[in-house]
């Protein structure tokens, strides 16, 4: 089994601002981290992943910070804009091989102009 | 650029009726899976499937559930009698490789709507 803890649930940052927001997980099989942004009515999307080789990884305005012995990652995003304004969620894969991910409880980020 | 598709968007239906959701996986993806969402809450999985055959499935996925790949291209979701506690958006993903570490590529979705 896999817990992914997410925090915050809401969260309201001014256009310009750092959003924030932090996963935890228990165990992994895979060392891989994705984060999926959902606008209204739309499928998650794949944003950024990490496989932790590394223990950061940028993408435009989007960091993933990866703390392996914490077993904890976040997501940054930098100069948030108002077409930010998604629910993003974390996932972790499970303990075994066969793809199974396990997702956050989501993140409604509002970005005020 | 390829993307998964998913029909109907919208299905309501009665307590007890079956309903099937239908998806076309990306086409030279291999590894298929349901995925559910009740409103306001996380994205939960359902099952996995490969080379016709049921990867793994999670304690949701009862015996009221099956899957099939009935051709080269649709992928469906069978609910034999449907529950009110069903009602969600069920979401089909694909991925070209095995593992939780490789992309999956999401549908936009079908809202199920159990009366």
């Known amino acids: 089994q896999q817990q992914v803890k997410q925090s915050p649930q809401s969260l309201i940052v001014q256009k310009g601002g750092i959003s924030i927001i932090n996963c935890a997980y228990e165990n992994t099989a895979f060392d891989y981290f994705p984060w999926y942004q959902q606008f209204p009515g739309k499928g998650p999307a794949l944003l950024i992943a990490?496989?932790?080789?590394?223990s950061e990884k940028k993408e435009g305005r989007f960091t993933i910070s990866f703390n392996k012995s914490a077993k904890q990652f976040s997501l940054h995003i930098m100069d948030s804009q108002p077409g930010d304004s998604a629910t993003y969620f974390c996932?972790?894969?499970?303990?075994?091989?066969?793809?199974?991910?396990?997702f956050g409880r989501g993140t409604q980020l509002t970005v005020w102009p | 650029e390829p993307e998964v598709t998913q029909t109907p968007s919208h299905q309501v239906t009665q307590m007890g009726q079956e309903v099937i959701l239908r998806c076309v996986p990306i086409s030279n993806h291999l590894y298929f899976y349901w995925y559910r969402q009740i409103l306001g809450q996380k994205v939960e999985f359902l099952v996995s499937?490969?080379?016709?055959?049921?990867?793994?499935k999670s304690e949701i996925f009862d015996d009221q559930f099956s899957v099939e790949r009935p051709d080269g291209s649709n992928f469906t979701l069978k609910i034999r009698s449907t529950k009110l506690e069903d009602s969600a958006m069920y979401f089909c993903a694909s991925s070209l490789l095995r593992g939780g570490d490789n992309e999956q590529f999401f549908g936009p979705g079908t809202r199920l709507t159990v009366l």
């Open positions: 990490i496989r932790p080789d590394v």
């Open positions: 499937f490969y080379n016709n055959e049921i990867s793994e």
């Open positions: 996932a972790a894969p499970g303990g075994s091989t066969l793809g199974r991910l396990y």
